[in-house]
């Protein structure tokens, strides 16, 4: 059964800390992996990946996809109390449908 | 240039009572995907349409649930006959093209419980 698992499940940082969240997959047929921040409303799109060691990066985010070893990492820098937040992970397995992780839960400290 | 758009926000049912969802895409989008999340759990895939067709529901409990996407109009998800299991957020995405080949934009959810 293809599924997604994200660590850690939650953090909580000081407020210029770095953070590297992860997220591994088991897939049958891989086309993408997708990064969404989800505060109390719509999942808002982060990166979409579709191939292995390019970088994507916008601002203090970052994140890159590793095939080999079926994961990704997304980085935040310097972070901030408005990245507070769930961030989700999900894959495309060729088709429509998106696979889920449950999420890490980022709490930024002031 | 607005987002998915989802009604209600908040939706209170009681049991037995039916449940109505609406979810108009991104303009220019003609494909749209419901999702569930329940509390401390990720989302789950529901059902596919594209305009006047369910291309796939089968992430959609086969009984009291049912999805249409109208050639006029949003796309309902309706549930008949609430349980308090149904009690979840209920997010839709929509994507320009088939979402294989295109990222899916999330509305804001409405968020359903039921007493």
């Known amino acids: 059964e293809d599924k997604v698992v994200q660590s850690p499940l939650s953090l909580v940082v000081h407020e210029g800390d770095t953070v590297t969240l992860n997220c591994s997959y088991e897939?049958?047929?891989?086309?993408?992996l997708l990064w969404y921040k989800q505060e109390k409303k719509a999942p808002t799109f982060l990166f979409m990946l579709?191939?292995?060691?390019i970088e994507k990066k916008s601002g203090r985010l970052s994140s890159i996809l590793d095939k080999k070893e079926l994961s990704s990492i997304l980085n935040i820098t310097a972070t901030q109390t408005g990245d507070s937040a769930i961030y989700l992970c999900?894959?495309?397995?060729?088709?429509?449908?998106?696979?889920f992780g449950t999420g890490t839960r980022l709490k930024v400290l002031a | 240039n607005a987002g998915v758009m989802q009604n209600p926000r908040h939706l209170v049912r009681r049991r037995g009572q039916e449940a109505r969802l609406r979810c108009s895409p991104m303009?220019?989008?003609?494909?749209v995907y419901w999702y569930r999340q329940l509390p401390e759990e990720g989302l789950k895939f529901m059902v596919y349409?594209?305009?006047?067709?369910?291309?796939?529901e089968s992430g959609m409990p086969k009984e009291r649930f049912s999805a249409e996407f109208p050639k006029e109009g949003p796309s309902i998800l309706r549930i008949q006959q609430v349980v308090r299991g149904d009690s979840a957020a209920y997010f839709c995405?929509?994507?320009?093209?088939?979402?294989?080949?295109?990222?899916?934009?999330f509305g804001p959810g409405t968020r359903l419980t039921v007493l």
């Open positions: 995405a929509s994507s320009r093209n088939d979402a294989s080949t295109d990222t899916q934009y």
């Open positions: 897939v049958t047929n891989f086309r993408s």
């Open positions: 579709t191939s292995s060691g």
């Open positions: 999900a894959v495309s397995s060729g088709t429509y449908k998106y696979i």
């Open positions: 303009k220019g989008h003609s494909h």
């Open positions: 349409l594209q305009k006047e067709n369910i291309i796939d």
